[in-house]
């Protein structure tokens, strides 16, 4: 699929002269289309909802839109939650799905009527001893070991993944929770990440109803929802085939009538917790070129780093970039685009044909919207930048202001010295 920007040249230009680069930029009316369209596709199933994992774009602007269009959270620590929090998300919007949590998160998750994920066996002894009691509705998060394969190869390893409980210890858990009080459970696994095939998710929800199935036979604990939690990827690569999200859902509800119709299950609510899927097309970072380099590589040099965007230096993923106003020039000239950090695998592309990039030039880095900005760090004690909102109507709002050297230097504001210089 070609890869254009959900902006022109102008529209950016324009935006910078407000907001120096660099900065996020995310589109209300991608994140909106995109969010109707998951709905659409699981309309078959009544208690249908997205909660969307706030750890890929924890920006209460965008949660927002999100809980406008019927999605919950779903958040795995503490100021997740008091983002959650913030933004009105009550109850059952919010999963709580943590792992190795630390015991007074699980507090804060109560408090809030949040649904508890259990991550393993010995978090129930752990959350009866910080609520002091265990939650009618609770739910258990399952690895099957092994590897996840799919017709056409391995998808992942979950035998090699922290997450999760056996299934005897999920049959186990259900008994225990059944007998300390819960009434409503859930099923919830995350077995493979970024998967750009329509198969994932079915074969995914085929290994959990069929889980269910048992599960209700051996504990005759009353199962109401099923969570499919993240997974359901993007083509980063122009050359990869998007999901099709309408046969996705198609392939759930046909392993749903399969599997958990005829077991008396026609009543459970599918969940899914998609963070990459929701954002990351519908987000990019905006640099400008601004050194180039002639040694043993031709190098372009960029006012944006791997802190801004860390997933090339630590993955070696790919994110197509845009040199905006020569999208149709020939792509003649091999670059590779860095970052300032004294570090070498700061680079946003190695080797990629671009056309020829002068210096000025606005680079749009594409699919940045989730597990982007929220990865970002301070090394070399650069700064994280803002974040804007392209919004419906074609203005722009700002979601963030960028950082300042007062904000990297506020955990010294106990010590006289750096109070005195700022
Ligand atoms: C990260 C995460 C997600 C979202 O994953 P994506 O790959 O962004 O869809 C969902 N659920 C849990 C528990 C996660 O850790």
């Not at 900065?23 to 659409?40: M, Q, S, T, V």
């Not at 459970?268 to 400008?288: D, K, Q, S, Y």
């Not at 300042?404 to 106990?414: G, I, K, R, S, V």
Request: with cysteine; glycine share 8%; net charge negative.
């Amino acid at each position: 699929m070609e890869k254009k920007p959900f902006v022109t040249k102008e529209q950016l230009e324009a935006i910078a002269k407000e907001y120096p680069t660099p900065f996020y930029l995310y589109d209300e009316k991608g994140i909106r289309e995109n969010a109707k369209a998951l709905l659409e596709a699981f309309s078959w199933n009544k208690g249908f909802k997205e909660y969307f994992a706030v750890k890929a774009t924890p920006n209460p602007f965008i949660l927002k839109i999100l809980r406008e269009m019927g999605c919950g959270t779903d958040c795995s620590s503490l100021t997740e939650l008091m983002m959650s929090r913030a933004c009105g998300f009550r109850g059952h919007e919010i999963m709580f799905s943590s792992n190795d949590t630390p015991p007074e998160e699980f507090k804060l998750a109560d408090e809030l009527g949040a649904i508890i994920n259990l991550d393993d066996f010995t978090h129930i002894a752990c959350l009866e001893e910080v609520l002091g009691k265990i939650p009618e509705t609770i739910c258990c998060r399952f690895n099957p070991g092994g590897v996840f394969e799919i017709a056409n190869g391995i998808m992942d390893n979950p035998g090699d993944a922290k997450y999760g409980m056996t299934e005897e210890q999920m049959t186990e858990a259900y008994k225990i929770l059944m007998e300390k009080g819960a009434k409503h459970f859930g099923i919830h696994a995350f077995l493979a990440s970024n998967t750009v095939t329509n198969e994932y998710y079915p074969m995914l929800a085929k290994v959990l109803f069929e889980l269910a199935v048992r599960l209700k036979k051996a504990t005759g604990a009353n199962i109401e929802f099923i969570n499919l939690s993240g997974g359901i990827g993007i083509p980063y690569r122009p050359e990869q085939e998007p999901n099709d999200i309408r046969v996705i859902g198609a392939g759930v509800k046909k392993a749903f009538e399969e599997i958990l119709v005829p077991a008396g299950l026609g009543d459970v609510a599918i969940f899914t917790e998609l963070g990459r899927f929701m954002l990351g097309p519908h987000g990019v970072l905006v640099t400008r070129a601004i050194h180039e380099k002639h040694i043993h590589k031709e190098y372009i040099g960029v006012d944006a780093c791997a802190a801004n965007l860390m997933r090339p230096a630590i993955y070696g993923a790919y994110h197509h970039i845009t040199v905006m106003g020569k999208e149709n020039a020939p792509c003649d000239h091999k670059y590779d685009v860095t970052g300032s950090l004294c570090e070498n695998n700061d680079k946003f592309a190695i080797d990629r044909m671009l056309p020829k990039i002068d210096m000025g030039d606005l680079l749009v880095i594409h699919d940045a919207g989730a597990h982007g900005f929220s990865m970002g760090y301070n090394y070399n004690g650069r700064l994280r930048s803002a974040e804007l909102l392209l919004k419906e109507d074609g203005s722009v709002e700002m979601i963030r202001r960028a950082e300042t050297p007062e904000d990297y230097f506020a955990t010294f504001d106990f010590c006289p010295i750096f109070r005195d210089q700022s």
